[in-house]
């Protein structure tokens, strides 16, 4: 059988959309992994807001049952409002990282549109060798039909003289 000539060029499509599958599969793991992260600075807030909240609440018992002085009430709120800078900081923390999130579904949609356009790339050569196979065969079938045909007229012009 005839050598496909375009078998080099085949080669290259096929590693080429099997590199776009595992960039691919690799952006789907970074943006798993930022939407991970996103959904744990959001669980360290509400942690954080919760703990506030709780220390006011203790700090606000604690005042009025007497067991804390009014002396101790000033650090007592130094300390919640430290907490409300750690919240803040964590609240620029989540903003920086839903970026981090969209950038990776830029990515992943990037990756999607290049295995696409690979895909389509070899499934077109893929059916171009089909359509040259085909056509071989034909040939090929058409030149064992002009063969037999020949031989055919051969063997009548023998038996006729």
């Known amino acids: 059988m005839a050598q496909y000539r375009l078998q080099a ?8 959309e099997e590199e776009a599958k595992q960039y691919f599969a690799d952006m789907q793991a970074a943006l798993r992994h930022q939407e991970e992260l996103l959904q744990e600075f959001e ?12 220390r006011r609440e203790e700090y ?5 049952s007497g067991e804390m002085k009014i002396t101790d009430q000033s650090s007592a709120y130094r300390y919640i409002d430290r907490l409300k800078e750690r919240e803040t900081d964590q609240k ?3 903003e920086g990282q839903k970026e981090s999130v969209k950038q990776a579904e830029m990515d992943l949609k990037r990756s999607k549109d290049a295995l696409v356009h ?3 790339e070899l499934k077109a050569l893929l059916k171009h060798k089909e359509k040259w196979e085909t056509e071989l065969k034909k040939k090929r079938a058409q030149r064992q039909a002009d063969e037999m045909d020949e031989i055919g007229q051969t063997i009548y012009n023998f038996k006729k003289n």
């Open 9 to 16: 060029l085949l080669g290259i499509r096929e590693r080429a």
């Open 43 to 54: 669980k360290e807030l509400e942690d954080m807001i919760a703990e506030r909240l709780r």
């Open 60 to 64: 606000s018992q604690k005042l009025a």
């Open 92 to 94: 620029y923390k989540i």
């Open 118 to 120: 690979a895909t389509q």
